[in-house]
């Protein structure tokens, strides 16, 4: 019934990080591919007065190294925000990610109910871990991916729902799927369990 | 170090999709204000083979009212994908948090290790109840919340992060961001056990 503050970030971080990883990979071929400069993609944005995807990149970085660092009490790998070619972005990720699975996962202390601290620019913000990580990293972290995911469809780069949720950690499959995504089929009882539960369910019921 | 699927879940959804009602209130008002048919605005989209507006919100409902449905057992309530005007929508938003908040904590009863079966119209997906809300319902669920938010900031509609994230539970500060946010300041405790702990922190590094 209850998870781990660890098993919701670190994981989740890197398996979303490398999923962002693989977007900007297939972002950049397609600048090359139809004679854009990578640069043009990276200085795109939704709207005149929201941040050009070098700055969604960055701060997703920023929100998964962050989170580590304040669960475990870690300091985390300073990046400088002038990493603005795709090379450096992917530098960024694949740093972030090396500093996420070197913690491991007994370092991952804090409690569901201790408190956080977050200086912003204009004051300081205090949180239980478990309402900053379900109430500010989540939401933002997802937010930042979603939107450079975003302002590439925008831009026509041809990426999909699937490169955005990548092969999800522990899903199998049975029917058409299974081929269409490259999904791994479910251990026999998987289903067996499922048919024992749903039976008791109806049993219940009745 | 644990926290509850229900935790995860439940309150995480109606937060989000309170927060999705009042950017879609928003919305409303600046399509009125600017003159334009608010269809305009629900038949939006980023790319010519992304889902509009209308369908983000749509799917959005369905994400969270779906995963309360897997998580307790008890049947979701059905909505007609014909919902496709401002205040069908927001009687839609509106139905799937009663539903949501009907539901007692203690009827969230998968855990983690469960086994959640889904159907989709080319197969059945399975996955633990704990991978199926990381990796699937989360991402999901924020991928549609976002990409509505981008929609109309996109077409210019007023709102900002703040909306988005709504009043973060449980968050206090202090600073200039306390008048700026109407953010509660944070009880006298909360800062003495930071102090405590950093102060135990570092007495362990020295």
Known sequence: MT????????PVFVHNLKNLSAVMKIALKSARDRDIDPQVLL?????????????????MTDNAKGCCSRLTGIEAPVFADGDDTFA???????????FIKGLKRSQFAASADDSIEMKVPIGTLYFSAQDYVNGWVLPN????????????RHNGVE??????????????????????MGLPQP??????????KLRRKEKNEN
Do not use: C, W
């Open 159 to 180: 990426v999909g729902k699937a490169d955005f949720l990548g092969l999800v950690p522990g899903m199998s499959a049975t029917g058409k799927i299974v081929k269409m």
């Open 3 to 10: 998870v781990e503050l660890y098993r919701l970030t670190s």
């Open 141 to 152: 972290f997802y937010f930042h991916f979603t939107t450079a995911y975003n302002i590439l």
């Open 88 to 98: 450096q972005l992917q530098q960024r990720i694949t740093s972030t990610i090396r």
């Open 43 to 59: 200085n795109s944005r939704l709207a005149p007065d929201m941040f050009p995807l070098v700055r969604q990149v960055q701060i």
């Open 187 to 196: 251990k026999k009882n998987t289903i067996k369990k499922i048919g024992k």
